[in-house]
Antibody, heavy 119, light 110 residues
Framework: EVHLVESGGGLVQPGGSLRLSCAAS????????MYWVRQSPGRGLVWVSH????????TYADSVKGRFTISRDNAKNTLYLQMSSLRAEDTAVYYC????????????WGQGTLVTVSS | QSALTQPASVSGSPGQSITISCTGT?????????VSWFQQHPGKAPKLIIS???KRPSGISDRFSGSKSGNTASLTISGLQAEDEADYFC??????????FGGGTKLTVL
């Protein structure tokens, strides 16, 4: 059974940094593209970043470009999101999600981790 | 403000059918068949119920069906059951980014 478990969320001050992790199990992680998606009450669900199977290709939403970095460790079956220069508008539940083999669509989500940016 | 437009809420009685719409543009829903629907119960991870506009993953009841016309995709749930009460949201591939989402629709089973 596919399992995605996020961790690393919490309260951080504006301008601070945080690293999220997503532990994957139950599937061939090293062959899967992955997304980070966030959800906040005012903005709904928003795609944040994508990474291909070997980590050689990444893309970002304009709102996080230059501040967030997606990466993965296929030996540890773990996806990461390094977030820096955090702003209040980054406050959200962050989900990792697996991309289908047919491309671009999500077939599995984690349960999410809450990031709160506030002083 | 979400990229895809869904009604905030719908309701129906047990046994009835309901339809949830998901309206996008010619750059997303209207152009690609990469439309998905998800069900999310409170505190739970979203669950894929429809992909590629109208394909059900293994284990998903045939009471769930999807369709698309122009820039609008639709999810129909027939034979409503109490356990169908949840939030539902759509997603689509788009020319400008890998995926955009609807704002979500809260289904109430009366």
């Amino acid at each position: 059974e596919v399992h995605l478990v996020e961790s690393g969320g919490g309260l951080v001050q504006p301008g601070g940094s945080l690293r999220l992790s997503c532990a994957a199990s139950g599937f061939a992680f090293s062959y899967s593209w992955m997304y980070w998606v966030r959800q906040s009450p005012g903005r709904g669900l928003v795609w944040v970043s994508h990474i291909n199977s070997d980590g050689s290709a990444t893309t970002y939403a304009d709102s996080v470009k230059g501040r967030f970095t997606i990466s993965r460790d296929n030996a540890k079956n773990t996806l990461y999101l390094q977030m820096s220069s955090l702003r209040a508008e980054d406050t959200a539940v962050y989900y990792c999600a697996r991309v289908t083999t047919s491309g671009w669509q999500i077939d599995y989500w984690g349960q999410g981790t809450l990031v709160t940016v506030s002083s | 403000q979400s990229a895809l437009t869904q009604p905030a809420s719908v309701s129906g009685s047990p046994g009835q059918s309901i339809t949830i719409s998901c309206t996008g543009t010619s750059s997303d829903v209207g152009r690609y068949n990469y439309v998905s629907w998800f069900q999310q119960h409170p505190g739970k991870a979203p669950k894929l119920i429809i992909s590629d506009v109208n394909k059900r993953p293994s284990g998903i009841s045939d009471r769930f069906s999807g369709s698309k016309s122009g820039n609008t995709a639709s999810l129909t749930i027939s034979g409503l059951q109490a356990e169908d009460e949840a939030d539902y949201f759509c997603s689509s591939y788009t020319t400008s980014r890998p995926v955009v989402f609807g704002g979500g629709t809260k289904l109430t089973v009366l």
